[in-house]
């Protein structure tokens, strides 16, 4: 990591051990991100100790409310390097001009796929991979002997009546891939017969992520009403690893037909006043100290091949054969009509 570093710092002449170079000034890097962004306590102290730069952790909402508020504040930013846009918001950030091109150099050990297929090439680095899914808590269903749905079309049945809460797509990442998600399931011409099905058939729509699975989601910890949540492929071992008292399985499952799989990304803001800095941060992201610590504190898989993956994320994390994906571009063409509709079908 040192070697590394040192040898960028180098290459941008900002380092004061270098020949020829300036002393580096830059003593705090701010990092926006999403309210579920909790990494390990002190995960960016070598940043520190190999850089002399401290950084700060900002969070904004979740993934549609921070893109918004950056694209607000374009070449104005309110920090300096943006974690945590995913590819159904890209090309919508891109379009605003959020970000000032840089793809770490790190990007040689991560999966062509992700690299090649899912960024505007040159503006953004992939930072891990997931997967939205619906999930259930087994629980609910086992106590009342009902079985859990299998697929898109179970959920709008009357046996489950009630019992799904989603997040709005036009404020959510995971809410915005799970419309995605149905569209490309039953197509231009039947989404919104669907949609029609699940709002009579009580589904309750919340702003993020946060709202739907720790308070409204009878499966986790808020021990809300409502056993059937969009939320991740990841999140039964994250169940496991905070579960209090512990458990040795988790309480919650996938429902693997459902899913949207999501690449994210950090980003260096534009108009920050500290690019050469951000760009080592942008790095130290990529790199195996941060990714190493992503499958436990955030639940998402590393991009970087080199991490090893703790066995309880292993065990117990879905892996969906064939989620569902779409071309960023085309999620950029679409959004405002199939939210807008949506809304009306939804919200109304």
Known sequence: MKKYIVGLFCATAVFSGCAGGNKQTTEKLTLLAY???????????????????????????????????????????????????????????????????????????????????????????????????????????????????????????????????????????????????????????????????????????VDGWTEAYTIEFSGSSGKGTRPLVVSYASSPPAEVVYSDPPVSEPPTAVIDTTCFHQVEFAGILRGSKNEDAAKLLVDYLADTTFQSDLPLTLFVNPVNKNVVLPEVFTSFAAQPEKPYTMDPVTIEENRGTWVDTWSSIALR
């Not at 990494?39 to 900002?58: A, L, Q, S």
């Not at 989603?166 to 404020?171: C, D, K, T």
């Not at 998600?181 to 029609?196: H, L, P, R, V």
């Open 35 to 205: 309210d579920s962004f909790i990494p390990t306590k002190g995960i960016f102290d070598e940043f520190t100790k190999e850089t002399g730069i401290t950084v700060e952790v900002i969070l904004g909402g979740d993934t549609g409310q921070l893109i918004s508020k950056a694209i607000l504040t374009a070449g104005n930013p309110e920090g300096d390097v943006l974690w945590g846009i995913d590819n159904t918001f890209l090309t919508r950030a891109t379009k605003g001009e959020v970000f000032s091109p840089y793809t770490s150099p790190l990007t040689k050990n991560m999966a062509a796929d992700v690299v090649k297929t899912t960024q505007p090439k040159g503006v953004v680095t992939p930072v891990d991979t997931g997967d939205v899914c619906i999930n259930y808590d087994k629980k609910w269903f086992s106590q009342r002997n009902i079985a859990s749905p299998k697929s898109f079309e179970d959920l709008a049945q009357p046996a489950y009546k009630d019992l799904l809460v989603v997040q709005n797509p036009a404020s959510s990442s995971p809410g915005l891939a799970f419309l995605l998600s149905t569209i490309a399931s039953f197509g231009e011409d039947g989404w919104q017969n669907y949609w029609k099905k699940l709002r009579a058939n009580g589904v309750k729509v």
